[in-house]
């Protein structure tokens, strides 16, 4: 089972940037995908997650900002991410899971995104 993120790097503040995950090894249609972030020194938060059908769900700091998207044929999800903010630098990690009853089954390596001028 693999998770590869994709995409991060440096961007000024307000700008945009597109992270990919793209995952091998288990039935990622059947999978409820989630983008999560960790800050230096903070613990790591859920940033955004679609369901089987592709329903989107955002934590407050991010709605009208961030997309979430899927696509099944090529096992991946996307993050856009627009009007960034210094706030939004962390390490942005995908996971997946079979319900939202249980922690993630599996987890990326992560990719560092830094929104600095």
């Known amino acids: 089972v693999q998770l590869v993120e994709s995409g991060g790097g440096l961007v000024q503040p307000g700008g945009s940037l597109g992270l990919s995950c793209t995952a091998s090894?288990?039935?990622?249609?059947?999978?409820?995908m989630s983008w999560f972030r960790q800050a230096p020194g903070k613990e790591r938060e859920l940033v955004a997650s679609?369901?089987?059908?592709?329903?989107?769900y955002y934590v407050d700091s991010v709605k009208g900002r961030f997309t979430i998207s899927r696509d099944n044929a090529k096992n991946t999800v996307f993050l856009l991410m627009n009007s960034l903010k210094p706030e939004d630098t962390a390490v942005y990690y995908c996971?997946?899971?079979?319900?939202?009853?249980?922690?993630?089954?599996?987890w990326g390596k992560g990719t560092l995104v830094t929104v600095s001028s």
């Open positions: 996971g997946a899971r079979p319900t939202y009853y249980r922690g993630m089954d599996y």
């Open positions: 679609t369901s089987v059908g592709g329903s989107p």
């Open positions: 090894g288990f039935t990622f249609s059947a999978y409820i």
